[in-house]
């Protein structure tokens, strides 16, 4: 029986594998998700959608186990769907509603008065900037639109945690960088946690503030942004000179207790927060000359590469 006290995490899953047929889709992941926004990263096929599912209560693990705000969702489906917010990747929305009847009625199935949840339905359409467009058929609205329809009818019942399901898909760049300011709005000024599943690396690094990273089931990599792009911290350093000065400088910095790389013409250097000081020093001591000294920035894309190369066979 899981604990029904406060939960360590939003999400807390251990071991959990899921096969279908002679595939399988989650392959023993362990994870957390905290407050805030996360992202779920990972190719097709990772198994992103599948987690997903499994997190609503829509199919139970093989092995392991999950909580969901404190709840098994094999077990309490129903307790955990009613506080969580789902917009599925699929578009297939029924042309000949209205948005706002589309709407009132999953709030309605959450539990809301057909009042309430009338009030809500245009409340969170008006959110989404679709307030005069709210009486229009779905049919009748671009792909644009009804992604902020599928935005709102999670958001219309006032859910605790949010699962958006490649919520920029079919987008043009102007509508999703509506999306993305849209759905990072909703993870800070409206206090929604959001798992947001996504195969892009750009739009993780905008809008979250943690990642989990799926490769072929696993669970590759997770924590904050910083966290993951913490293999990155140090300098990138380029020498110029003779060459034995140059082997001098690399053999002084690295007497130092410092990390040297060498990526091609460049040193990848890492150490102590003093490395500037320290590279300088050991460079000016041999005779050799700085070509480019300076911070080491690494994206979520060189995380991502790197993770999936490690667990690679």
Same mark, same amino acid.
């Given at each position: ?72 969702? /094999?077990? =309490? %489906?129903?307790?955990?769907?009613? *506080? ?8 297939? +929305?029924?042309? $000949? ?122 669970? /590759?990599? =997770? %924590?904050?942004?910083?966290?993951? *792009? ?8 380029? +020498?110029?000179? $003779? ?71």
């Amino acid at each position: 029986m899981l604990d029904q006290s406060e939960p360590r995490a939003v999400v807390h899953a251990v071991g959990v594998v899921k096969r279908w047929g002679t595939t399988t889709a989650l392959d023993g992941a362990t994870l957390d998700v905290g407050r805030g926004v996360t992202g779920l990263l990972g190719a097709n096929g990772a198994g992103k959608t599948t987690l997903l599912g499994m997190l609503l209560g829509l199919h139970p693990p093989d092995e392991g186990r999950i909580e969901v705000l404190g709840l098994d969702p /094999a077990e =309490a %489906g129903p307790d955990v769907r009613a *506080r969580i917010g789902y917009a599925p990747e699929h578009h297939l +929305l029924p042309p $000949d509603v209205r948005a706002i009847d589309f709407v009132r009625h999953v709030a309605e199935i959450h539990g809301l008065s057909h009042r309430e949840a009338t009030g809500r339905a245009s409340d969170a359409l008006w959110q989404v900037g679709l307030g005069e467009e709210r009486f229009r058929a779905l049919g009748t609205m671009s792909t644009g639109q009804r992604q902020r329809v599928k935005l709102a009818q999670a958001i219309a019942h006032d859910p605790v945690l949010m699962l958006l399901d490649e919520p920029t898909d079919g987008l043009d760049p102007v509508q999703r960088d509506t999306m993305l300011t849209l759905i990072r709005r909703i993870g800070t000024e409206f206090g929604i946690d959001v798992l947001l599943s996504s195969h892009l690396l750009e739009e993780v690094e905008r809008v979250c503030d943690s990642a989990v990273i799926l490769h072929e089931g696993k669970v /590759a990599a =997770a %924590g904050t942004l910083d966290q993951l *792009r913490g293999a990155g911290e140090g300098l990138v350093l380029e +020498l110029v000179g $003779d060459p034995a000065r140059i082997e001098a400088a690399v053999t002084a910095i690295r007497a130092t207790g410092a990390e040297v790389r060498v990526d091609g013409r460049r040193y990848l250097i890492s150490g102590d927060d003093d490395l500037f000081e320290v590279v300088r020093d050991a460079v000016a001591d041999s005779g050799a000359g700085i070509r480019r000294m300076q911070p080491r920035t690494v994206s979520l894309e060189d995380v991502f590469l790197g993770v999936g190369q490690a667990v690679a066979p």
